[in-house]
């Protein structure tokens, strides 16, 4: 009895099983989430991200920041203990971002909240030119293709964002995509609680324990 065309078939079902459990069924239901109305500020969440910062989301990309970083804070081990975000990730954060840079890798630290923690936009620039001034002992590469230097003498004018290098005696000058890679980190926020994600409340301090009983009189 020739057995090759029920094979074939059951060979056929489960790769559509698998195709439809693995891709289309996950697509089918995150795909349709829209964002949610959060009571605490009457906004929607998430928000689309600002021009600049959506920009900026391209020069992430483009530099592929995500080999390196992640974004999201895991159930597990200890993420939330260390600081990375007051709730785990969710799909919902992630919905106005195509494509997404969850990355998987943490050569350098999760930046899911990184924009909640670093608002200082010349401390994040600063990073950028020269990680190693800015964290001693990082590992992360200079990005020093985004700026522009020049004498710190020379009159320039105040430009968005240029700091001066004293020990270098340079005047450090960002290009617009530096600015706009600042611009997405500065807009990477977890920081409000969600249904489905909420933020777990800060625990009680124990209470002071009672003194002890004594027999001796009341002065």
Request: glycine share 8%; aromatic share 6%; with cysteine.
């Amino acid at each position: 009895m020739n057995n090759g065309p029920l094979l074939f078939l059951g060979i056929l079902v489960t790769l559509v099983s698998s195709f439809w459990g693995l891709l289309l069924a996950p697509q089918l239901q995150i795909g349709r989430q829209q964002p949610v109305l959060l009571e605490a500020t009457g906004e929607t969440y998430p928000q689309p991200r600002p021009g600049m910062a959506q920009q900026g989301a391209e020069v992430y990309r483009s530099l592929g920041c995500a080999a390196c970083h992640s974004q999201q804070v895991r159930g597990f081990g200890g993420d939330r203990e260390r600081g990375l975000g007051p709730r785990i990730s969710v799909a919902q954060d992630s919905l106005q971002d195509y494509p997404v840079q969850l990355g998987s890798v943490r050569v350098g630290p999760d930046l899911a909240n990184y924009g909640s923690q670093h608002t200082n936009e010349a401390a994040i620039l600063l990073h950028l030119y020269a990680p190693q001034k800015a964290m001693p002992g990082s590992i992360m590469p200079p990005y020093r293709f985004l700026f522009e230097t020049h004498d710190s003498a020379t009159n320039l004018g105040a430009k968005d964002g240029s700091f001066l290098l004293t020990d270098e005696k340079k005047l450090v000058v960002p290009k617009p995509d530096a600015l706009k890679l600042s611009a997405y980190l500065r807009s990477l926020k977890t920081d409000m609680a969600l249904y489905e994600a909420p933020i777990p409340k800060a625990p009680k301090p124990a209470p002071s324990p009672a003194p002890a009983a004594t027999n001796a009189p009341a002065k």
